[in-house]
């Protein structure tokens, strides 16, 4: 049985239905509003302090990333919070936010599969396609910092890409700001394991260098179509090792390939391009732990941006793309190798050959019944006569 749910948004009454299915993770949960198709909620699984309520009421009166002229057709790249909601008796519940969703929108981690890539961009799954993302996010990074934002919880579950590539933040409530008419500071609390940095894991503070350190993990797992810079088991160390782990040791096949044992079908690092790979170097040797000399977002703009204007494709299949320092195609080469193409579907098996018509066994003709009936009488006037010979 479905139950309504009355709530307050900004100073509208709304009604939400228990009966639709939410999204989001362990902290909050996301509905969509009957009658306000372009909007949702976030509430929030556990009651929330004043602080957490302050942060969306001070972020009301933002306007992040909003000063820069843009296409008609790209979206926010925030989905900032829009109004506070409440419960009918004024409780603090959440926030409302601008809602992007698939179809139109979808996880950046549905970019590291190839039935996820080809399921939602299927005109447009290349390399190209996601150098582009790469430089999209290095932006939007960009553009953050330049304001003194710095997004904490950094990872491919809360960016979201449109059909053209272009990235949305979700989860904007988790940010570090500062409030520019109080100077109050709010910090990021959340953070994702995978993409942390190894003084974020200890228990230090967000900065933008714990962001440099997200991104660069992002976009080699972009480029590598999913593969993850701190993926696999350092030699000497237990089958269960974790790349949280491996971020805590700095041990990256990218940097110490001879110290890691990797999946069999793992992309070579050498598909990126030079500076892009020297950037990745940087990132997760030097950089994992000497925050200060992780590459920037604005060295990472820099060098996608270069790489752009660069890229060859394959003659054999237009849908490889690839960086211009290669001689071959890498995925045809990892075709033939595995039996796996990442950008393209699997050739359609050929029909079994049609078996060729057989002959039917001969049919009896069936006997003539008129021709029985004689046999019949005939067979019955010799047993006469034979009869009558017989009693003469």
Same mark, same amino acid.
């Given at each position: 049985?479905?139950?309504?749910?009355? *709530?307050?948004?900004?100073?509208?009454?709304?009604?939400?239905?228990?009966?639709?299915?939410?999204?989001?993770?362990?902290?909050?949960?996301?509905?969509?509003?009957?009658?306000?198709?372009?909007?949702?909620?976030?509430?929030?699984?556990?009651?929330?302090?004043?602080?957490?309520?302050?942060?969306?009421?001070?972020? *009301?009166?933002?306007?992040?990333?909003?000063?820069?002229?843009?296409?008609?057709?790209?979206?926010?790249?925030?989905?900032?919070?829009?109004?506070? #909601?409440?419960?009918? +008796?004024?409780?603090?519940? %959440?926030?409302?936010?601008?809602?992007?969703?698939?179809?139109?929108?979808?996880?950046? &981690?549905?970019?590291?599969?190839?039935?996820?890539?080809?399921?939602?961009?299927?005109?447009?799954?290349?390399?190209?396609?996601?150098? /582009?993302?790469?430089?999209?996010?290095?932006?939007?990074?960009?553009?953050?910092?330049?304001?003194?934002?710095? &997004?904490?919880?950094?990872?491919?579950?809360?960016?979201?890409? +449109?059909?053209?590539?272009?990235?949305?933040?979700? +989860?904007?409530?988790? &940010?570090?700001?500062?409030?520019?008419?109080?100077?109050?500071?709010?910090?990021?609390?959340?953070?994702?394991?995978?993409?942390?940095?190894?003084?974020?894991?200890?228990?230090?503070?967000?900065?933008?260098?714990?962001?440099?350190?997200?991104? !660069?993990?992002?976009?080699?797992?972009?480029?590598?179509? %999913?593969?993850?810079?701190? /993926?696999?088991?350092?030699?000497?160390?237990?089958? =269960?090792?974790?790349?949280? =782990?491996? &971020?805590?040791?700095?041990?990256?096949?990218? #940097?110490?390939?001879?110290?890691?044992?990797?999946?069999?079908?793992?992309?070579?690092?050498?598909? *990126?391009?030079?500076? $892009?790979?020297?950037?990745?170097?940087?990132?997760? %040797?030097?950089?994992?732990?000497?925050?200060?000399?992780?590459?920037? !977002?604005? =060295?990472?703009?820099?060098? $996608?941006?270069?790489?752009?204007?660069?890229?060859?494709?394959?003659?054999?299949?237009?849908?490889?793309?690839? /960086?211009?320092?290669?001689?071959?195609?890498?995925?045809?080469?990892?075709?033939? !190798?595995? /039996?796996?193409?990442?950008?393209?579907?699997?050739?359609?098996?050929?029909?079994?050959?049609?078996?060729?018509?057989?002959?039917?066994?001969?049919?009896?003709?069936?006997?003539?019944?008129?021709?029985?009936?004689? *046999?019949?009488?005939? #067979?019955?006037?010799?047993?006469?006569? #034979? !009869?009558?010979?017989?009693?003469?």
């Amino acid at each position: 049985m479905t139950t309504e749910r009355r *709530l307050r948004v900004g100073d509208d009454e709304v009604v939400l239905s228990s009966g639709v299915a939410p999204k989001g993770g362990g902290q909050a949960a996301v509905y969509p509003l009957a009658d306000r198709p372009g909007t949702v909620v976030k509430l929030y699984r556990e009651p929330q302090g004043p602080d957490q309520e302050r942060r969306v009421e001070r972020m *009301l009166n933002l306007t992040p990333l909003g000063g820069r002229p843009t296409n008609t057709s790209q979206p926010p790249e925030l989905a900032w919070p829009t109004a506070v #909601v409440r419960g009918v +008796d004024g409780e603090f519940l %959440g926030y409302a936010m601008r809602r992007f969703g698939e179809p139109e929108h979808v996880p950046l &981690i549905g970019l590291f599969t190839r039935a996820q890539r080809l399921r939602c961009f299927p005109p447009r799954t290349d390399w190209r396609f996601l150098l /582009g993302v790469c430089w999209n996010l290095a932006f939007m990074t960009a553009r953050m910092h330049h304001e003194g934002l710095v &997004i904490g919880d950094f990872s491919s579950n809360n960016i979201v890409v +449109d059909g053209n590539g272009f990235v949305t933040l979700l +989860d904007c409530d988790s &940010i570090a700001f500062t409030d520019p008419a109080s100077g109050e500071h709010f910090p990021a609390l959340m953070q994702t394991a995978d993409y942390s940095a190894p003084e974020r894991q200890a228990g230090g503070p967000a900065t933008r260098h714990t962001d440099n350190f997200a991104l !660069a993990v992002l976009i080699y797992q972009l480029l590598t179509v %999913g593969n993850h810079p701190f /993926g696999g088991v350092p030699h000497g160390s237990s089958s =269960d090792s974790t790349i949280k =782990d491996n &971020i805590a040791a700095s041990c990256s096949y990218v #940097v110490h390939p001879e110290a890691v044992t990797t999946p069999r079908n793992m992309i070579e690092p050498t598909v *990126l391009p030079p500076s $892009l790979l020297a950037l990745a170097r940087q990132a997760f %040797g030097p950089g994992v732990h000497q925050p200060d000399s992780r590459p920037s !977002a604005e =060295d990472w703009l820099r060098a $996608l941006d270069s790489e752009r204007s660069r890229v060859e494709t394959c003659p054999a299949r237009p849908r490889h793309t690839y /960086g211009f320092h290669l001689t071959t195609c890498p995925w045809c080469t990892r075709t033939r !190798a595995t /039996g796996q193409d990442p950008f393209n579907l699997p050739p359609p098996r050929p029909p079994l050959p049609t078996p060729p018509p057989t002959t039917p066994p001969p049919t009896s003709t069936p006997f003539p019944r008129t021709l029985l009936y004689a *046999l019949i009488a005939l #067979v019955a006037v010799l047993a006469v006569a #034979v !009869a009558l010979a017989a009693g003469s």
